[in-house]
Antibody
Framework: QVQLVQSGSELKKPGASVKVSCKASGYTFTSYGMNWVRQAPGQGLEWMGWINTNTGNPTYAQGFTGRFVFSLDTSVSTAYLQISSLKAEDTAVYYC?????????WGQGTLVTVSS | QSALTQPPSASGSPGQSVTISCTGTSSDVGGYNYVSWYQQHPGKAPKLMIYEVSERPSGVPDRFSGSKSGNTASLTVSGLQAEDEADYYCSSYAGSNKGLFGTGTKVTVL
C-alpha cells in the first residue's frame, strides 16, 4: 500500500536550518510528483510547491522562494524540504503529498517549531 | 495568488445535508476541472474526498459529492453523521504547474 512517512518533529532556533524528509513506498516513486503543504498553528493549508520526481525540477509558490528548497534522493524514494534562515513564523506542520493536480496520499506531517 | 474563498463555518443536524462553496477565478476553479476537496480532523493529515470536481476516491462514502458552476465549486455532504465533523478544504489547479487551497470551512454536526 502507498505510504509517505515523514521525519520527526524538530525544534530549531531562529536563523538555523532544517531538513524534513518524506520517504515513499508502495509505488514507483518517479511516477508521481511530490507536493509540500504548510499548516501554521490554527491556520489553513498552504500549497508551497512541488517537485517533479522524474526530472528533479521544482516549482515554488509565491512566498516560498529563496529560503525553501525541494530536493530528491530517488535511490531511496525520498523527497526533502529544506528551510534556511528559520523565522518564528515558519513554525508549522509541514506535509508532503503525492501528485501535482490533486493530493491522494499524504505524509503524517512534521512539526517544525522555531523558538529561541 | 490569493487563497480560494470558503465560508468559515457550516452546520447541520444528523441526517441533514450541508453544502460548502469554494469561489475562485477563471484562472483556477473556472479554468480547469481539477478541483479537489479534503477532510481534516484535528491533529490529523488531510484526506482526499473528491477530485476532478466530482470524482470520489475508492472508500469515500457516496454521501460526499462535488460540483462546479463557473468560478465556484461546491461540496455537499448528505445524511450528515457525527464523524463528518471536521475542517474541509478545497483546492484547485491554477495553471503553470501551480496549486491553490481554499481558506477552509469548519463543519459542525449539531
Amino acid at each position: 500500500q502507498v505510504q509517505l512517512v515523514q521525519s520527526g518533529s524538530e525544534l530549531k532556533k531562529p536563523g538555523a536550518s532544517v531538513k524534513v524528509s518524506c520517504k515513499a513506498s508502495g509505488y514507483t516513486f518517479t511516477s508521481y510528483g511530490m507536493n509540500w503543504v504548510r499548516q501554521a498553528p490554527g491556520q489553513g493549508l498552504e500549497w508551497m510547491g512541488w517537485i517533479n520526481t522524474n526530472t528533479g525540477n521544482p516549482t515554488y509558490a509565491q512566498g516560498f522562494t529563496g529560503r525553501f528548497v525541494f530536493s530528491l534522493d530517488t535511490s531511496v524514494s525520498t523527497a526533502y524540504l529544506q528551510i534556511s534562515s528559520l523565522k518564528a513564523e515558519d513554525t508549522a506542520v509541514y506535509y508532503c503529498a503525492r501528485e501535482p493536480k490533486h493530493f491522494d496520499y499524504w505524509g503524517q506531517g512534521t512539526l517544525v517549531t522555531v523558538s529561541s | 495568488q490569493s487563497a480560494l474563498t470558503q465560508p468559515p463555518s457550516a452546520s447541520g443536524s444528523p441526517g441533514q445535508s450541508v453544502t460548502i462553496s469554494c469561489t475562485g477565478t477563471s484562472s483556477d476553479v473556472g479554468g480547469y476541472n481539477y478541483v479537489s476537496w479534503y477532510q481534516q480532523h484535528p491533529g490529523k493529515a488531510p484526506k482526499l474526498m473528491i477530485y476532478e470536481v466530482s470524482e470520489r476516491p475508492s472508500g469515500v462514502p457516496d454521501r460526499f459529492s462535488g460540483s462546479k458552476s463557473g468560478n465556484t465549486a461546491s461540496l455537499t455532504v448528505s445524511g450528515l453523521q457525527a464523524e463528518d465533523e471536521a475542517d474541509y478544504y478545497c483546492s484547485s489547479y491554477a495553471g503553470s504547474n501551480k496549486g491553490l487551497f481554499g481558506t477552509g470551512t469548519k463543519v459542525t454536526v449539531l
